[in-house]
């Protein structure tokens, strides 16, 4: 395969036109609702297979925000070209989670310090041995900081990237909880492990959308987990 440039076959941006920091929400629409609350003198640098990408000022400083899709084979195309390509130094995903704590309730935040997997994709890059992939303290340390400042209610632990959505009655729903994990997602292993093969930054926010007894909507997942919007945005 020869060596990738851009514009790449996923990302139509050219060189220069994303910031070295940029918040990656799953949902593109989620990403377009960023810009266009936060942001200002945005301009829209993808739209490839409908995953909106723009980059804009946040209190005068650059910033871009792109949806990633579902999935870690998702953010980690999305991720690496952000960072081998566009040169993309602080990753910041936005997403939403389910809890496995019964002190972690919807709308509230999480911080995913260190992500275990059900996927093979840090085995695929044939480490000799089993990665343990983990945030950038320096994000995290910013993040609880803003938090902090705002008066919003965060957790801060381990997360699981799993390849199964529907999977409450599989083995590890049971397992999981028991080793503290606080939450469910499905792309921050991709994230972490690109990071650090390439030694930029990245941490998961994440706002819980739904637990045992509570869910969210749709259009409140695009657009009402504001918190973890604001926190991303603290750290440009």
């Known amino acids: ?49 409908g995953m909106l990408g723009f980059t804009g000022t946040y209190q005068g400083k650059p910033v871009s925000v792109m949806g990633t899709g579902m999935g870690c084979p998702s953010m980690g195309i999305y991720s690496y070209e952000l960072i081998n390509i566009y040169g993309c130094k602080n990753l910041i995903r936005i997403g939403t989670a389910g809890t496995f704590q019964p002190y972690v309730h919807v709308k509230e935040m999480v911080f995913g310090m260190g992500a275990c997997t059900t996927s093979n994709y840090a085995q695929l890059q044939g480490l000799p041995g089993t990665f343990a992939p983990i945030c950038s303290f320096e994000l995290l340390e910013k993040a609880v900081a803003a938090a902090k400042a705002k008066g919003f209610k965060y957790h801060v632990g381990n997360i699981l990237s799993s390849d ?63 918190q973890m919007m604001e926190v991303a945005l603290a750290l440009a």
Not at 185 to 209: F, H, K, P, R
């Open 164 to 226: 199964v959505f529907y999977g409450q009655n599989l083995p590890h729903a049971k397992t999981w909880p028991e080793m503290g994990i606080l939450a469910v997602e499905m792309e921050s292993v991709a994230l972490y492990t690109n990071a650090a093969m390439a030694g930029v930054n990245a941490l998961c926010i994440l706002t819980i959308s739904d637990g045992p007894d509570e869910i969210t909507t749709a259009e409140e997942r695009q657009t009402a987990f504001t």
């Open 1 to 49: 395969m020869p060596p990738l440039t851009a514009p790449t076959p996923h990302i139509q941006a050219m060189p220069g036109e994303i910031a070295e920091t940029i918040l990656l929400p799953g949902d593109p629409l989620r990403a377009k609702f960023i810009a266009d609350t936060y942001l200002e003198n945005v301009k829209q640098f993808n739209g490839t297979r």
